[in-house]
C-alpha cells in the first residue's frame, strides 16, 4: 500500500514547448502533495505544495508562472512546466504523505520521478 | 527557519563493516521528526529509519540505528554489516512536529556512500 506513481518517467521536449507531470496517489487520498526538483548529485528542493481544492503554495524563489501546479483531485496533482529552456532539465520528484499500514504516523511517500531534457 | 546539514559528501565502508553517517540540525522547535532517506540508483526516495525528537531511545530498524543528540543537534546513523546494496546516496532529513501531520520535509545535501566488495 501507499504507492505513489508519477508520468512520464522520462521525457524530452523542445526549447520553448511546455511539459505536464503527473503525480498520482494509487491506494490511498492525499489533500496535500509535495513536488521537489533534484539535481545530479544534489539534495532535493522543494519547489512547491499542492493542495487540493486551493492554490499551491510556492517556495521563495520558484516561479509561480513557470511551473504550475493543479491539485485536480485527491489522487492527482499535476505540474506543468511552460515554455521550458535547458536549464529546466532536471529531476523532478513528487510525495504525498498518509499513514503507513499499521502505524499511527504520517509518512511521506515519494513517486519515482520524471526525468525532464529539454533540448 | 530549520536548517540540516551534512558535511560529508562522499564515503565508503567495506563490505560488512560498520558506517557512520553524520547528520547535524538546527531548529527551535522541541517536537519535531527526524529522518534517513535512502536513494539508489535508480533514484526512488526510500525511508531509512525515523526518530521522534520526543522520544530518547534511538530508533533501529534491523542494521540501521541512529544516535539522536537532542541537546548537540546531531542525528548520525549507522550501518552494521554493509552490503552492496547499501551503496546509495543518504539524506538526513527534519520535519516539524507542529505544522501538522502534511509538514513539509527539510533535506540535508546528501552523502555519497559507496560499498567495496
Redesign the interface.
Known sequence: GAVVSQHPSRVICKSGTSVKIECRSLDFQA??M?WYR?FP????M?MA?SNEGSKATYEQGVEKDKFLINHASLTLSTLTVTSAHPEDSS?Y?C?A?TLRRGSS????F?G??TRLTVL | AQTVTQSQPEMSVQEAETVTLSCTYDTSESDYYLFWYKQPP????I?VI?QEAYKQQNATENRFSVNFQKAAKSFSLKISDSQLGDAA?Y?CAYRSAFTG??S???????I?LSVRP
Do not use: V
Open positions: 489533500t496535500t509535495f533534484q548529485k544534489q539534495s532535493l522543494l505544495t529531476f520528484i510525495s504523505p504516523y504520517n509518512e511521506q515519494f519515482p520521478g | 535508480s533514484r526512488q526516495m525511508l525515523r546516496m539524506f501531520a502534511n513539509k520535509l527539510t533535506f540535508g545535501k546528501g555519497t
